[in-house]
C-alpha cells in the first residue's frame, strides 16, 4: 500500500489544504484523481494568477505544471526527495480570470536518479492550453 497515495485519496473533490508546499496550498486545487505516478486537479484561475489583460500569467501555468509534477513524483513514495532540474513549457492558448482549469500530470520514467514527468493543462471544454514537461534528480536528502 502507497501510504501518500492513501493519505491524497481521502481528499479527492476536496481543495487541497493540506501539503508541505506552501505554494502548493496558495494555489488552491482541487483534487480529482490521483494513483501511483498521475494525478488531476483543477484551478480556479485567481487575479493573483492573471497578467494585466486577465488571461492566465505563463509564469502562473508553469508553476501550476511544475507544482502537479512534483506532487506526482511524491506518489511513487522514494525513499529521497527529486528537485527540478528543468522545465520546458508551451503555452498553447489562455484562460481567463474566474475559468477552471484542469491540469493532468503522470511520470513518463522512472529511474533510481532521474525522473521524467509531464504536465498538460486543459480547459474544462478539453482544449489543451499549456503542455510541460520536467526532469527531477535525487536530490540526496532523505525523506523523515
Known amino acids: 500500500m502507497n501510504e501518500i497515495v492513501e493519505h491524497f485519496k481521502a481528499q479527492i473533490d476536496k481543495e487541497i489544504i493540506q501539503s508541505p508546499s506552501p505554494v502548493g496550498m496558495w494555489l488552491g486545487g482541487v483534487l480529482r484523481e490521483i494513483e501511483e505516478g498521475k ?5 480556479t484561475v485567481k487575479s493573483e494568477m492573471a ?3 486577465g488571461m492566465l ?8 505544471a511544475d507544482e502537479m509534477i ?14 527540478s532540474v528543468n522545465l520546458s513549457t ?13 491540469a493532468k500530470a ?9 525522473i521524467n514527468a509531464e504536465c498538460k493543462i486543459y480547459n474544462l ?20
Open 70 to 83: 512534483g506532487i506526482t513524483v511524491a506518489t511513487l513514495n522514494m525513499p529521497m526527495f527529486f528537485v
Open 106 to 114: 503522470e511520470i513518463i520514467r522512472k529511474g533510481k536518479t532521474i
Open 39 to 43: 494525478v488531476v486537479v483543477d484551478f
Open 125 to 144: 471544454e478539453g482544449k489543451l492550453l499549456t503542455k510541460a514537461s520536467s526532469n527531477l534528480v535525487a536530490s540526496g536528502i532523505k525523506k523523515k
Open 51 to 53: 497578467n494585466p489583460a
Open 57 to 64: 500569467h505563463g509564469g502562473a501555468s508553469a508553476l501550476i
Open 90 to 102: 508551451e503555452f498553447l492558448f489562455g484562460a481567463k480570470k474566474g475559468d477552471t482549469v484542469r
